[in-house]
């Protein structure tokens, strides 16, 4: 017992006590910034899932993979670390190079009003691995290790959909999971909310062109929150959900 307390000691606090506004290292690919003054051609065809318009210059977060491979090929596209991604608008998570990172936060949240009223102390999600490679899921396992521990916010994943408050979509959506994906959905009460996560959850990402996906999902039904990623890191993923207004009593500035 003794030696238990004297590694407790010795390992300190390990959690992330300002989980808002935790820095992160450098070598992140977070917020791409775009220089429209560079020569764009040395990027063309170098985006592995179409991301990069070198036509009229923009990046899609939806689809980026966030590998560098663009800025590696030339000076019109460089990777901040700003972790902070997600929004509820899916055309804003399309970046051009009068988009700053400031603006788009300030314009990336428009929620319901019944989302506040009703999940404002607690949000409990299913998570749906719709044919994902497992990046995603384990990031998202991360979220309530002891690092990170969403669960202090009122944030936990749930075994059944029928406990949950919304659903979190991993993955391409293939055929296989398209049924299990609408099922989910269906039990999972009223109201509820979907959170895509990920660049294989928003666009298809590197799969967006096989024909073993059905994401006729997307078309049914409603998508409240976007998470860019790919893998999405923990510090976004719970962020969004901060800023989404779902839980975390008495924050009102996230920005």
Request: some cysteine.
């Given at each position: 017992?003794?030696e238990?307390?004297k ?8 959690f ?10 450098s070598q ?10 560079v ?8 985006c592995?899932t179409g ?26 596209v460089?990777?901040t ?11 804003k998570?399309i ?6 990172f400031?603006e ?43 690092n990170?521990?969403?669960?202090r ?12 408050d ?11 999971m398209a ?7 269906k039990?999972t ?10 660049a ?5 990402g590197?799969f ?6 059905n994401r006729?999902f997307?078309?049914?039904?409603p ?14 993923f719970?962020n969004a959900?901060?800023?989404?207004g779902?839980?975390h ?7």
């Open positions: 017992m003794l238990t307390l590694l407790r000691i010795y390992q300190g606090e390990q992330i006590k300002d989980i808002e506004n935790a820095p992160m290292r992140f690919r977070g917020f791409p910034k775009l220089n429209s003054d020569d764009i051609t040395p990027c063309k065809g170098v592995p991301a990069l318009n070198t036509e009229n210059l923009s990046i899609d977060m939806g689809k980026c993979t966030f590998c560098g491979a663009c800025a590696n090929a030339c000076k019109a460089e990777f670390n700003e972790y902070k991604l997600a929004s509820t608008n899916r055309e998570l970046v051009t190079p009068e988009t700053t400031e788009f936060r300030k314009t990336a949240f428009e929620v319901r009003e019944e989302i506040h009223r009703i999940f404002g102390r607690s949000l409990k999600l299913r998570q749906v691995s719709a044919g994902g490679c497992n990046g995603c899921e384990m990031e998202l396992n991360a979220c309530s290790n002891v990170f521990d969403m669960g916010f009122g944030i936990d994943f749930v075994a059944s959909p029928r406990h949950a919304g659903i979190v979509i991993t993955g391409p959506i293939t055929e296989n049924y299990a994906l609408e099922d989910c959905y039990s009460p009223d109201p509820k909310i979907v959170i895509l996560c990920g294989c959850a928003i666009s298809g590197v967006q062109n096989s024909e073993k996906l006729e997307l078309e049914k039904y998508i409240d929150l976007y998470i860019p990623g790919c893998p999405v890191h923990p510090l976004t719970i959900i901060l800023c989404y779902a839980t009593v008495g924050t009102s500035e996230l920005n």
